[in-house]
């Protein structure tokens, strides 16, 4: 079965740094792009960035650049969402996704992970 | 970033009603325009791509058209487990923005 297993809920205080998972399986994960979308309550999906993890190329929405990192590990079919500083605001839902077509990453997202919800809460 | 705006924002509705949501791009995306359905506590799902193509195991009765700058989804009898949150995406340029959804309520 192709599919996207995140890692677990996490409440985490302001400041504090947290990295998530998204492992894959099924697919020959190395050529699929994957990427991050938030949910913020009351809001609608945003796309955060993607990486293609066999050679770990990225790409950031500029609201994203620098307030995260977008990484992966081939080698263990995992892709990463990184924080260095949480802030309240960061409080959401997070997916990972697959792109449909490895080749490309102008595609839809095909295959999503069940969410990891972050909460930032002193 | 290219703007996606959907219409209407929410919409009530009866289980074999025809439904139409329209997605507009502030600017042309040729026919890079994906649809998803998200429910409360799941993940969303993929519903077409490319404007009008149906992903695997979806149901006819969804169907979508458009190209350039407006697109539309259409369910054309609805059923119970239709009802959900709808969101159009472009993925003509980085970053692919979604639209803001549009929620589709029981009438």
């Known amino acids: 079965e192709v599919q996207l297993v995140q890692s677990g809920a996490e409440v985490k205080k302001p400041g504090e740094s947290l990295k998530i998972s998204c492992k894959g399986s099924?697919?020959?994960?190395?050529?699929?792009?994957i990427g991050w979308v938030r949910r913020m309550p009351g809001r609608g999906l945003e796309w955060m960035g993607i990486v293609y993890p066999d050679d770990s190329e990225t790409e950031y929405s500029p609201s994203f650049q620098g307030q995260v990192t977008i990484s992966a590990d081939k080698s263990i079919s995992t892709a990463y969402l990184q924080w260095s500083g949480l802030q309240a605001s960061d409080t959401a839902m997070y997916y990972c996704?697959?792109?449909?077509?490895?080749?490309?990453?102008?595609?839809?997202?095909?295959?999503w992970g069940q969410g990891t919800m972050v909460t930032v809460s002193s | 970033d290219i703007q996606m705006t959907q219409s209407p924002s929410s919409l009530s509705a009866s289980v074999g009603d025809r439904v139409t949501i329209t997605c507009r791009a502030s600017q042309t995306i040729s026919n890079y325009l994906n649809w998803y359905q998200h429910k409360p506590g799941k993940a969303p799902k993929l519903l077409l791509f490319?404007?009008?193509v149906l992903q695997s195991g979806v149901p006819s009765r969804f169907s979508g058209s458009g190209s350039g700058t407006d697109f539309t989804l259409t369910i054309s009898s609805l059923q119970a487990e239709d009802f959900a949150t709808y969101s159009c995406?472009?993925?003509?340029?980085?970053?692919?923005?979604f639209g803001q959804g549009t929620k589709l309520e029981i009438k």
């Open positions: 995406q472009q993925s003509f340029r980085v970053p692919h923005t």
């Open positions: 490319r404007a009008s």
């Open positions: 099924g697919f020959h994960f190395p050529t699929y792009w």
């Open positions: 996704a697959r792109l449909r077509a490895g080749y490309t990453y102008s595609d839809a997202f095909d295959i």
